[in-house]
């Protein structure tokens, strides 16, 4: 167990909905990343927050947006879903000063049908 | 940006063999760069990770060496065991303006046959 948790475990919706994921970091870390993972795209960084200011942005798709509260847990928002955001989002934080090290969440998957 | 390719995408071994897998990297800024073992339906974990600064870490079984002149780097797992099967990725991470970004590479799956 990595100390960072994500909700929903699963998520299964249909196409054009709009879903919200929702991670929280370790206790004492600042950062936030969000992550997509399918099978022909690999493992893709989608957005960095950083105490409640975002910092980096990946290959995110305009239909997603993200913030972090200042309880630093954060939400990803997918809308308009289509059959191709079928995929497996996770989210890691990383230890004040050091960046690098991630640690990740459990994942949610979710399914548009 | 940076680009990472990762071989080979499978790897069969015999339980007691070693398995090598090879990683190259584009970007000459990058400086760190970790290790993931991801097994079926579970998050990825970090394994190994090794500075620019570094050409060599081991942890018991598990070693990664780094050549930053050829900018590519290799996970070394000797006397694999079943439990070693798993997908592993390789990253390559840049520091730029605060935010350290992996790039991944597309992932080993590596199975140990007992």
């Known amino acids: 167990d990595s100390g960072v948790t994500q909700t929903p475990k699963h998520l299964i919706t249909a196409t054009g909905q709009r879903v919200t994921l929702r991670c929280s970091p370790r206790?004492?870390?600042?950062?936030v990343y969000w992550y997509q993972q399918s099978l022909d795209q690999g493992l893709q960084f989608l957005i960095h927050?950083?105490?409640?200011?975002?910092?980096a942005k990946g290959n995110i798709l305009e239909r997603f947006s993200a913030q972090q509260f200042p309880d630093l847990h954060s939400e990803l928002n997918l809308s308009s879903l289509e059959l191709g955001d079928s995929a497996l989002y996770f989210c890691?934080?990383?230890?004040?000063?050091?960046?690098?090290?991630?640690?990740f969440g459990p994942g949610t998957r979710l399914t548009v049908l | 940006g940076e680009n990472v390719e990762q071989h080979p995408s499978t790897l069969s071994v015999q339980e007691g063999d070693s398995a090598v897998i090879k990683c190259t990297y584009s970007?000459?800024?990058?400086?760190?760069f970790p290790w993931y073992k991801q097994e079926l339906g579970k998050r990825p974990q970090l394994i190994i990770d090794?500075?620019?600064?570094?050409g060599e870490k081991k942890d018991q079984r598990i070693a990664v060496t780094l050549n930053k002149t050829a900018k590519h780097f290799s996970l070394h797992i000797t006397e694999t065991q079943p439990e070693d099967s798993a997908v592993y990725f390789c990253?390559?991470?840049?520091?730029?303006?605060?935010?350290?970004?992996?790039?991944f590479g597309r992932g080993t799956s590596l199975i140990v046959h007992p």
């Open positions: 890691a934080s990383s230890v004040e000063g050091r960046p690098n090290e991630q640690f």
């Open positions: 206790s004492g870390d600042l950062s």
């Open positions: 927050y950083y105490n409640g200011e975002e910092r």
């Open positions: 970007d000459s800024a990058s400086n760190y």
């Open positions: 090794i500075r620019s600064n570094v």
């Open positions: 990253a390559a991470t840049p520091s730029s303006g605060g935010s350290y970004i992996p790039t």
